[in-house]
Nanobody, 126 residues
Framework: QVQLLESGGGLVQAGGSLRLSCAAS????????TGWFRQAPGKAREFVGA????????YYADSVKGRFTISRDNAKSTVYLQMNSLKPEDTAVYYC???????????????????WGQGTQVTVSS
């Protein structure tokens, strides 16, 4: 049974930083990509970024490019989302997700991901 557990959310002032973690268990973590998505109140869930199985390739939404960085430590079965220069519009519940197989390059499509964490709240005050 695959389980994903996010942590690291919280309240931060605009311009600040947070690092989210996504710890995985239940299968060979290093074989799969991991994506980050977020959902703000009243809005649809949106893609934030993703990292391939090896960690060599990352993808980012335009809204976070240059501010957010995704990395992974396969030895710890953990993926990280480093968020810098946070803005109030980054306020959302952040989810990590993992597919059951290759996503075929469609890292930004939530339907490609089969396993989801419970989410962690990030609130950025102005």
């Amino acid at each position: 049974q695959v389980q994903l557990l996010e942590s690291g959310g919280g309240l931060v002032q605009a311009g600040g930083s947070l690092r989210l973690s996504c710890a995985a268990s239940g299968r060979t973590f290093s074989s799969y990509a991991t994506g980050w998505f977020r959902q703000a109140p009243g809005k649809a869930r949106e893609f934030v970024g993703a990292i391939n199985w090896s960690g060599r390739i990352q993808y980012y939404a335009d809204s976070v490019k240059g501010r957010f960085t995704i990395s992974r430590d396969n030895a710890k079965s953990t993926v990280y989302l480093q968020m810098n220069s946070l803005k109030p519009e980054d306020t959302a519940v952040y989810y990590c997700a993992s597919p059951s197989g290759p996503v075929g390059g469609n890292y930004d499509q939530s339907q490609r991901y089969n396993y989801w964490g419970q989410g962690t709240q990030v609130t950025v005050s102005s």
